[in-house]
Every structure is written in C-alpha cells, then in structure tokens.
C-alpha cells in the first residue's frame, strides 16, 4: 500500500509539472514558469530532499534567484520530506495548507445518469471553459476570501490548456450549454489522475458532477490505469462526494507559501 501511496503521489507532482520547465537542483524539484508568475501551481518546489542546515541554506538561496519574477514561494511537502526543512519554512514565515489525497482503487461506487460530455478539443469549447472556470474563481473567492482581479482566472485557464494533451478536459452539458468540467490524465505507473471538477451552481444536484467523474474515471482506466488519485481541499465539500463515491483518503500533502509583496499572487 506504501508503495501505491508513493506512486499516487507522484503522479500528482507529475501532473503539476506538466506544461511547465521543471529541473532538479540543491535539493529539491522546481517547477517554474515565467510566463505565469501569479499562478501558485506554475511555479513552486516539490520532492525535497534538503535535510541539513547547509542544504537548507543553498536550497532557499536557489529557490530566491530560480523565482525572482514571483510574489511568492511555494513549496510542496508530504511525508518523505525532510522535517528539519519544513521546520525551517514555518521559522521563515511560510504559512501552511493542507490537501488530501484519494485513492479510487475499485470500480466507483455510483451509477451515473446520462449526460452529454464531450472532450474540449477546439476554441469555442476552451472559450466555454474558460467562462465556467471564472465562476470557479469568484465562488472560490467569495468562500476563502481571497483577493485577485479576473486576469487570474484566464490566466488558470490558459495554463489548464497548457497540460492538454495529455490531460483531456471534458464539458458536461444540460439543455445543450455547458455547465460544468472534469479532467483525467492516465498518469504513470498504473496511476491515474482526475481533477478540477467544477458545476455551475445553478445546475448542482442534477448529476452532472457523478457523471463527470464517471466518465474521467473510465477514460483513465480506458487508456491503461488501474488506481486514480484525486486530490481534494479538505476545507470544501466534495471531498465527502468522493469518498462517497469510493475514493479513499490515504496521504496529506502539504503546502508552505510566503507572500514576498503585498501583491497578491492567487492560487493555482
């Protein structure tokens, strides 16, 4: 089970990766992307393996000179990091949230009704996204009260377009309108990935998100995975749908940010 729980969870980082330079160096992964220095997931640091204070120290110079264009630092921690690093990161300033991650290792737990979704694979249907993904950022603002102009919600938007392929995003339609998205990822090592559900909300409790997962699902398994992972915010509710649905919790992943300017730098 360790060993499945290791490959969940790097399947997620590989997922974060995608569409973005990503290297190995002084201790840690960095992912980094310039064209997109306000979005979280864009630019962060991931597998930490810095453990000593001179490893600690040459890593947080690095990660000073790799995201001079950012407003923040990012790092992601889970249990293989070394907890004299995330010791240091609280010392610094760095304030911390937490993800769960579950694991879907049986056939899902639910019978989806029928629904038309389709695979976004033309502008019009990105366009379409991109006006549900905005609802996505308001609602997520108004619940966390976080700040941020719409500019970050496109920018979202186009570093989601950025990982496709090989992640598929799929629309999910009620009287021939979108109304909500999914996407899924075969992932690696017989891992597989699906994420950033959202349903309009005039349109919940119909469904539509039961048949969004169960159509990521399958094209998951589809194109060769067995298990999936998603990855959920342990302070929102669909996290109960999942494990509901057969999804189990079976790791925390750990995020460590400090702000460098006033300027807010929202989510990924």
Known sequence: MHSLIDRALRVNQANLMLGHESFVADGAMFVRNTAFPRIYDANHMAHVTAGTPTEIERLLARAEREYAHCAHRQFHADHATPPMFEARLLLEGYTRSESLVMLLEGSLRAEPRPFDIRPIDDDAAWAAFASLAAHDWAEYRERTGMTGDASISAAMSRVRRAKSPPVRYWLGYIDGEPRGYF??????????????????????????????IGRCVRDCRERGAAAVVIVADPTDTPMRMYAAMGFRPVAVKREYRKLITAEDAPRG
Do not use: I, K, N, Y
């Not at 996407?183 to 048949?211: I, K, Y």
């Open 183 to 212: 996407s899924s990822w075969e992932g690696t090592e017989g891992v597989g990935q699906v994420e950033d559900l959202f349903v309009h909300p005039d349109w919940r409790r119909r469904g539509l998100a039961t048949a969004l």
